[in-house]
């Protein structure tokens, strides 16, 4: 009996050893990821900012194609989203998804020459890799960004931006906190849905 479970716990040790690296990520593999991240903003900052139609077009299929959203709404709403039914958490998403594209797609500037340069990568505790990065332009300081990926099973997705040290997903966290606790998870929903439907 005590062989039979010592084989036991071999064998599943042995295939939690061969699974765990597909749920890892490779220095050298985030920073090829997050290249193709920034061509992908630099094309968005090649748009003619009237052309608010295709550079939202852009960056949606950037978010779509290379960020982490359920996990993200859900990091967003705190606490709010363990009380949260699936219909509201499916509506937030939505929500939160055109909020991020609209407001995005048109504050980013236009493209002057700026240089985007991968500085290093490295492992953050057992689950995350950042990669950081800066922008470089010909008549302002560096901007610099930091990018947290994850592999959930999924493959290598963002799950946060730093903009000079100011995380995306706390800021937005403070922020829909501040409603929630106002109104309720549903009253941030409707002003969402409201702004974006005035930003059409």
Known sequence: MIRILKIVLF?????????????????SEAIKYIE????????????????????????EKMLNNNFD?????RAVLGKAARGASKEQLIRFGEAFNKHIVKVYASQLGVYSNQLFIIDKAY?????DTIVSSHIEHETAPPLR???????????TKII??????????????ADF???????GLHALIIDLETKNAQNN
């Open 36 to 59: 193709n991240v920034g061509q992908q903003a630099i094309n968005i900052l090649k748009t003619p900012i009237d052309n608010l139609e295709k550079r939202e077009l852009l960056f």
């Open 123 to 127: 492992k953050k505790g057992k689950k």
């Open 11 to 27: 064998a599943l040790t042995f295939i939690f050893c061969i699974s765990k690296p597909g749920f890892t990520i490779d220095e």
């Open 177 to 183: 906190g501040a409603s929630i606790k106002k109104g």
């Open 145 to 155: 960004i930091d990018w947290r990926l994850r592999n959930r099973g999924q493959g």
């Open 160 to 173: 946060d931006i730093a903009i000079e040290g100011v995380s995306l997903l706390a800021t937005k966290r």
């Open 69 to 73: 959203k359920k996990l993200i709404h």
